[in-house]
């Protein structure tokens, strides 16, 4: 179990739930893993379009990455009113602790605006620096 966080930007809801990959990490040389599964619901009366994402990364050493890409998973998903899509993904980390946050691109098919949705920021932490 790990953390877990919402946030609604125009009618489109962002879910966010993560778990540290114990078995895929290798603390004694600064390399944890963590995976997050996404939940994006199209709340809205749009039917809309994901084109893009953003990410920053940051661990507890200030260390900062950004991340540009196309779509998510290979995808750019349309969602239908009511409908939603969601995805598997995973971060490494140096340290045990870090968060991330960032946005999608999304368009409204109807008229081809695009607009921002907040990605709410996450934590990715080591479940032993919780005790």
């Not at 489109?12 to 778990?19: A, D, G, M, N, P």
């Not at 990455?65 to 009113?81: K, R, Y």
């Not at 602790?97 to 081809?112: L, P, Q, V, W």
Request: glycine share 6%; charged share 25%.
């Amino acid at each position: 179990m790990g953390t877990q966080a919402y946030k609604v930007t125009h009618g489109i809801k962002i879910s966010v739930e993560t778990k540290f990959q114990s078995e895929h990490s290798v603390v004694e040389q600064h390399h944890y893993l963590f995976s997050y599964h996404i939940t994006i619901e199209n709340k809205s009366e749009y039917t809309v379009q994901l084109i893009s994402r953003h990410w920053d990364i940051f661990d507890s050493n200030s260390e900062h990455s950004a991340v540009d890409g196309e779509g998510v998973v290979g995808e750019q998903p349309i969602l239908e009113p009511g409908e939603m899509f969601e995805y598997e993904s995973a971060c490494s980390l140096t340290t045990d602790i870090g968060r991330i946050n960032g946005s999608y691109m999304m368009e409204r098919k109807i008229d081809k605006t695009r607009f921002q949705v907040v990605i709410p920021e996450f934590e990715l932490i080591v479940p032993q620096r919780l005790n």
